[in-house]
């Protein structure tokens, strides 16, 4: 009977060891940069589409951009918030770098013409493994 539990708990911890570096080996090491958006009163569908799809054309004009989602399927506004976000923004960069990098950069400057202007408010949330 002892030596069953010893190789039952030989066992479970081989497969709790080998998850566990599974888990390590599938985590992407790529930066996710989340913009929840509230637009100006007054904005366009026209001026929307163009921010988009300037957000959309980044990873074109910024190599450490891989990627850009822009059609949110769900938007949780917290009960009782002043300002209703209607908008979610999605960019994946390569790396912590990439990120760091893309600030002020002529790729940055150029979608901001499109979108500073009728951003009413926005809060960002960068996610990261590493």
Known sequence: MMKKLMMIAIATGA???GATTFA??????????V?????KEGTTPEQIKAALDGAKALPAQFKG???VWTKPLKIQNAPGAEVKKDQVIV?????EQALKDYDGSDAQKAWYKAYTPIRRQSTTFD???E
């Open 15 to 17: 497969l709790m060891l």
């Open 24 to 33: 390590a080996e599938t985590a992407p090491k790529s930066v996710i940069h």
């Open 35 to 39: 913009v929840t958006v509230a637009w």
């Open 65 to 67: 951009i891989t990627r």
């Open 91 to 95: 960019m994946e960069f390569a790396s």
């Open 127 to 129: 996610i990261t493994n």
